[in-house]
T-cell receptor
């Protein structure tokens, strides 16, 4: 089934540890996004990529980095996790900047 | 700043009709989206409006007034499975999506 796969589904991480959240899509979409979702807040964009080889900063990029080596993969790295990064992380993709977003099932991350 | 306002929570009865409102103030406008998100799941796309007026898709309809910065999602013949959060999002002049915090809809039998 075509779509977006995120891994892991959930993770408990000690503060200060490094962590990479994986995201892979098989729809050949050009644009990919990483969002975090916290209770009472709207989805907040962390980083995005309009096409393979390019990335950009979103609303809340600090403490996160991304890469886009190819069309399908868009990993998100937390270099040194802090408790405020406890959240649900969604990866999404779209065919172009004007198309609806398709979301992965999310990664629930707890930083202790 | 850019802002999307939606009611935090609404309650409706199975079989009834409910209207979820969304008002926005953004830097430019390039379309408005509605998404449905069941608890613990990913958001899924419901509707898209870029021109004023009503878009109908089965039991769901979405309305847009660009001059008023206003949209609503209308759900008819409510079913228990419609219990979910409904997210309003607007694309600004840079084609970035600005998201509302979502409206949690509770359906009672």
């Amino acid at each position: 089934i075509a779509g977006i796969t995120q891994a892991p589904t959930s993770q408990i991480l000690a503060a200060g540890r490094r962590m990479t959240l994986r995201c892979t899509q098989d729809m050949r979409h050009n644009a990919m996004y990483w969002y975090r979702q916290d209770l009472g807040l709207g989805l907040r964009l962390i980083h995005y990529s309009n096409t393979a080889g390019t990335t950009g900063k979103g609303e809340v990029p600090d403490g996160y980095s991304v890469s886009r080596a190819n069309t399908d993969d868009f990993p998100l790295t937390l270099a040194s996790a802090v408790p405020s990064q406890t959240s649900v992380y969604f990866c999404a993709s779209s065919d172009n900047y004007n198309s609806p977003l398709h979301f992965g099932n999310g990664t629930r991350l707890t930083v202790t | 700043g850019q802002n999307i306002d939606q009611p935090t929570e609404m309650t409706a009865t199975e079989g009834a009709i409910v209207q979820i409102n969304c008002t926005y103030q953004t830097s430019g406008f390039n379309g408005l989206f509605w998404y449905q998100q069941h608890a613990g799941e990913a958001p899924t796309f419901l509707s898209y409006n870029v021109l004023d007026g009503l878009e109908e898709k089965g039991r769901f309809s979405s309305f847009l007034s660009r001059s008023k910065g206003y949209s609503y999602l209308l759900l008819k013949e409510l079913q228990m499975k419609d219990s979910a959060s409904y997210l309003c999002a607007v694309r600004d002049r840079n084609y970035q999506l600005i998201w509302g915090a979502g409206t949690k809809l509770i359906i009672k039998p």
